[in-house]
């Protein structure tokens, strides 16, 4: 029987979500066979949050799911609570798995007086109990290294190959196009795993929602006719948008957007869905999403199965390189 047919024990194992994102927790425990437990949730008088966890842990492997989405600071709230009710009902490990780590963005300090935030949530999750972290697509792939615990940020490379390789789109007038330098890389090994050529534009960011795009890129695309945007984030899209319209500019026809997680805020979805040369805008489920028939170019890929394996990999104690059939190297270099 191969690692990926093994079954879960679940007397030995306990999974439990937050309020962030149930619909991908339970698609989690399907894909393990396993129960999602129930967790209460409510608020006393003064506002103060009550977490229960609605199973017996002791002993136990602990996989508690939230991604960091809107709220954020609720949901952070939630999973320290639950991080720290394992560790003081003497679970024997307990995994956070965070589909969406948004405090990825804030990873240097570029102003005065202001936090590092990736890092202090990082010191936070290990000082709540935390015994081990799963993530994906880190927006900086240097916050790995604030997690004072061994962290596996997994990658959805794979899935979105897995979309497009049916589409057999030829090198000679389909190019993926990274939005800035620093995902070029991640970029680069999407477009290889399809065969493609790999461009990448130069974005100087304003503001939270302004950016400028410039520097690229006319002789990298020049002579394509599709252009698949890849990035990690999309947030209020105007990143994706600035640079759609330069691509049009130097005569591509088609654009596919695709992100990790989409956010899609303050009519993000929208605007992408309103550029006519936008064919499709494909995401995960790392985010929740709402499917609206207004919004038919959304793709939404589930990752249940990408974290239910490195789920099990980690169970059985298994190098993490052995999860993907599409390989080692696309793990964002995880243990």
């Given at each position: 029987m191969?690692?990926?047919a093994?079954p879960?024990?679940?007397s030995d194992?306990r ?5 962030s994102?149930l619909p991908l927790?339970?698609?989690?425990a399907?894909?393990l ?10 608020r006393f008088s ?9 199973a017996s842990?002791?002993?136990r ?5 939230q ?14 609570m639950?991080?720290d009710?394992a560790?003081g009902?003497a ?11 948004s405090?990825a ?5 570029d102003?005065?007086r202001?936090s590092?935030t990736a890092?202090?949530?990082a010191?936070l999750?290990?000082?709540?109990g935390?015994s081990?972290i799963m993530t994906?697509?880190l927006?900086s792939?240097?916050?790995h290294g ?7 940020p ?5 899935l979105?190959a897995d979309y497009?390789?049916p589409r ?5 007038d389909?190019?993926?196009?990274a939005?800035d330098?620093g995902s070029?890389?991640s ?9 493609l050529g ?9 503001s939270?929602?302004?950016v400028q795009?410039g520097g690229?890129i ?6 394509f006719?599709?252009?698949l ?8 899209g105007?990143t ?10 130097h005569?591509?026809?088609?654009i596919?957007v695709?992100c990790?997680h ?6 993000a979805l929208e605007r992408?869905s309103?550029v006519p040369?936008i064919c499709e805008?494909i995401?995960?489920?790392t985010?929740p999403q709402?499917?609206e028939?207004?919004?038919p170019?959304?793709v939404v ?8 394996g490195a789920?099990?990999q980690?169970y059985y104690r ?5 999860l993907f ?6 793990l964002?270099?995880?243990?």
């Open positions: 191969s690692l990926k093994l879960l024990t679940q194992v999974l439990f979500s937050g309020r994102n927790a339970r698609s989690l399907a894909s066979g396993i129960r999602l437990e129930e967790t209460h949730f409510s003064n506002d103060n949050l009550f977490v229960q966890l609605g842990v002791r002993g492997a602990v996989f508690l799911v991604s960091l989405v809107p709220p954020v600071s609720d949901h952070l709230m939630e999973l320290l639950m991080i009710i560790k009902a679970a024997r490990e307990i995994h956070a798995v965070i589909p969406y780590f405090y963005r804030s990873d240097k300090k102003a005065p202001i590092i890092r202090l949530v010191d999750l290990r000082t709540a935390a081990h994906m697509t927006h792939p240097q916050v604030f997690f004072g615990v061994p962290t596996d997994l990658t959805a490379r794979g979105f497009f390789r057999q789109f030829s090198a000679e389909t190019v993926v196009v939005p330098v070029a890389k970029a680069a090994r999407f477009a290889e795993m399809l065969g790999a461009a990448t534009a130069n974005k100087t960011r304003m939270d929602d302004k795009i690229l006319g002789r990298q695309v020049s002579g006719r599709r252009a945007i890849h990035d990690d984030e999309i947030a209020t105007g994706i948008v600035e640079l759609s319209r330069l691509l049009l500019d005569g591509l026809e088609e596919y695709i990790t989409g956010l899609f805020l303050r009519g992408l309103d040369q805008i995401t995960t489920d985010v709402v499917r028939p207004k919004n170019k959304l890929l589930p990752t249940a199965s990408v974290f239910a789920i099990r980690n298994q190098s993490i390189g052995e059939d599409f390989g080692a190297d696309d964002d270099d995880s243990p």
